[in-house]
Nanobody, 123 residues
């Protein structure tokens, strides 16, 4: 299992950008799908973007064209570049590790989670 620590969240205005980082420690990082999920208080956690262990990425419709997920297997870091941010992107963002093959729809199959980093987008 992995320990995950997110950073990079903050408060931005509509149209701004943020880059989230997730640093992993533990074994077999290269064999995990790595994903970003978000949650608003009182609502279900939803997938934003996932990159599987083969390097294939999937995105929620709301993220497509604006967000980009990437991973550095040597440094055991996964990133989420977020551009053209909207108020509806406001949420707590979590990094998580899942099975070798996974997509943004597979939130139930992700077992290792970070502490979260808050993203707030205001107009």
């Amino acid at each position: 299992r992995l320990k995950l620590v997110e950073s990079g969240g903050g408060s931005v205005q509509v149209g701004g950008s943020l880059r989230l980082s997730c640093v992993a420690s533990g074994e077999l990082f290269n064999s995990y799908s790595m994903g970003w999920f978000r949650q608003v208080s009182g609502q279900e956690r939803e997938g934003v973007a996932v990159v599987d262990a083969d390097g294939h990425s999937t995105y929620a419709n709301s993220a497509t064209g604006r967000f980009s997920i990437s991973r550095d297997n040597d440094k055991k870091v996964v990133f989420l570049q977020m551009n053209n941010l909207k108020p509806e992107d406001t949420a707590m963002y979590y990094c998580a590790a899942g099975p070798f093959y996974a997509t943004y729809e597979d939130v139930r199959n992700f077992d290792d989670w970070g502490q979260g980093t808050q993203v707030t987008v205001s107009s």
